[in-house]
């Protein structure tokens, strides 16, 4: 009997991104929230939206919801994040 054990770790990195530079300070920063669409995720996002602002002196928050939970972000959120200072994605209930 063979006995085949697989590594699901990525073998290399992905070719076209790279980490994002990381900010000094969130004080009067917009940070944007991609939801999946959730149940689960309102009280959570709006726990962080809170902690953000209050802790953190957070500017703006901009909430959005992706149109499928299990697609990518939609092509008009994608591009408005470029008009965020940081983004908080990839949650499930």
């Known amino acids: 009997m063979v006995f085949?054990?697989?590594?699901?770790?990525?073998?290399k990195a992905a070719p076209a991104g790279r980490p994002?530079?990381?900010?000094?300070?969130?004080?009067?920063?917009?940070?944007g929230f991609i939801s999946n669409g959730k149940e689960g995720t309102?009280?959570?996002?709006?726990?962080?939206?809170e902690r953000l602002r209050?802790?953190?002196g957070?500017?703006?928050v901009v909430l959005r919801?992706?149109?499928?939970?299990?697609?990518?972000?939609d092509q008009h959120i994608v591009d408005?994040?470029?008009n965020w200072d940081a983004v908080v994605t990839g949650l499930g209930d």
């Not at 085949?4 to 073998?11: A, F, G, I, K, W």
């Not at 994002?20 to 940070?31: M, N």
């Not at 309102?42 to 939206?49: E, S, V």
């Open 80 to 82: 408005e994040i470029r």
């Open 65 to 73: 919801v992706k149109s499928n939970y299990s697609a990518p972000a």
């Open 20 to 31: 994002a530079p990381r900010l000094d300070t969130l004080e009067g920063k917009t940070v």
């Open 42 to 49: 309102k009280g959570f996002f709006r726990h962080l939206d």
């Open 58 to 60: 957070v500017k703006d």
């Open 4 to 11: 085949r054990v697989l590594d699901p770790t990525m073998e």
């Open 54 to 56: 209050r802790d953190f």
